[in-house]
């Protein structure tokens, strides 16, 4: 089997397995502890946030160690929203965020917050004047994707950034860093994000563990009360073995990044010139996009059936982001991006990893003809 679903998993670096099994070995005590093995323990969580920090540009005390992004993003949006409520009710975001972004807005929404959804325009890219002519006074917080996890489109966040805060000093801006991080080039400072949220099962990094980057001043409601762990915003004993893995990866991933965009542009490329030869597909990624993710429609087909057909050829690919594919409804980000009912159903998702070569793209190409022509999608317009 050929795995194309990095955008939803990828393997972890041999690194990362050896650390998670030595730390549980050996460093199991709590970190909180004041012994001399939880005192250990603790310092391996401070290391662990000095090579995560300096990965990112920032400081230390500005990073924490949540349970995995979801957590991270529920935590930015939430916590800055019960935190800030007095300065309005009113938050900015898009309608292709990820669920654990949109779905913590709409729960805010049904406590009578006013939430802006903002439309991308069709190519799946926000308008940053869209998204500052929604910036109100009363507005807490604003969330915007680097990378969509669908489509693999790139955010214009420097722009977005600017713009925002020259209009509201105090509004904060959260990035949900998932799929750019290892990628593309990430600039906190220069975007002048105030969270950014990142997720180390997705750059080869383990589950079970998710970054939440807190700019020095900004001030969050914790949402899982407890301990004083993380400096009171998220209690419970550190998970230390991922913590240390996800470091590691966080550094490597980060270390690799040029390498990988090298490597993966031009096999992405490739995928999109080929599908493109298809009349049937309709693309809904392209070269401007991050260079680990393809995603085209198949309008009227539904991507279940041309997914369980690439799985028979023995292809992994995806039908919309793992989080939303046991919906079996319409993708929600597609919609924004303007593609009917019948588009929005027949998404495909295929995701690139650092282990991919030529061959394997080839033999990705030939399943997808054979799979085509099974489904006898194409009566013509293909050789
Ligand atoms: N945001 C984006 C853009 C994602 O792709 C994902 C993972 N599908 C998440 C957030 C959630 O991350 P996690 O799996 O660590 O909860």
Redesign the pocket.
């Known amino acids: 089997m050929l795995y194309w679903d990095y ?2 998993a990828t393997p972890p670096y041999e690194e990362v397995v050896q650390t998670m099994e030595q730390i549980m070995k050996l460093h199991y005590a709590n970190p909180s502890s004041l012994h001399r093995a939880g005192v250990e323990a603790g310092k391996l969580i401070r290391r662990s946030r000095e090579v995560c920090a300096a990965a990112l540009a920032v400081k230390p005390e500005e990073l924490l160690f949540t ?7 529920n935590l930015a949006i939430k916590g800055a929203a019960l935190q800030y409520e007095g300065r309005g009710r009113h938050i900015v975001t898009t309608e292709m ?2 669920p ?2 949109y779905e913590s807005c709409l729960q805010l929404q049904k406590r009578g917050w006013e939430i802006s959804f903002i439309k991308p325009e069709r190519t799946g890219i926000v308008d940053p004047d869209r998204v500052a002519a929604a910036v109100r006074r009363d507005t807490v917080l604003v969330s915007v ?1 680097h ?3 669908e489509v693999g489109t790139i955010q214009p966040l420097r722009e977005i950034g600017n713009l925002i805060k020259s209009l509201n000093s105090r509004v904060l801006f959260h990035v ?1 860093g ?2 750019g991080y290892g990628k593309l080039s990430v600039s906190l400072k220069e975007w002048k994000a105030d969270l950014y ?1 990142l ?4 750059i080869r990094g383990p ?1 079970g563990v ?1 970054l939440l980057y807190v700019k020095e001043g900004v001030m969050l409601s914790p949402l899982l009360t407890g301990g004083s762990h993380e400096d009171g915003l998220r209690a419970g004993t550190e998970n230390v073995p991922a913590i240390v893995a996800a470091a590691k990866a966080v550094r490597m991933s980060g270390e690799q990044r040029e390498a990988f965009a090298d490597r993966l542009t031009p096999l992405r490329d490739r995928l999109l010139h080929f599908l493109r030869g298809i009349p049937e597909f309709l693309l809904n990624s392209n070269e401007d996009g991050a260079p680990h993710i393809v995603h085209f429609s198949y309008p009227g087909m539904k991507g279940e059936v041309m997914a369980r057909k690439l799985e028979e050829l023995g292809m992994a690919v995806s039908t919309q ?3 939303s594919s046991l919906l079996a409804e319409p993708s929600r980000v597609l919609l924004s991006m303007s593609r009917d009912v019948s588009a929005a159903s027949g998404g495909i998702r295929i995701s690139l990893g650092d282990i991919h070569t030529e061959a394997d793209v080839t033999a990705l190409e030939q399943a997808i003809m054979t799979a085509v022509q099974a489904l006898k999608i194409v009566e013509g317009g293909m050789k």
Do not use: I, L, W, Y
């Open positions: 955008a939803a349970s995995g992004a979801t957590e991270s993003n965020e990820h654990s972004v994707m990378v969509n996890n949900d998932v799929q949220s997720s180390p099962h997705k589950r998710g982001s793992a989080c």
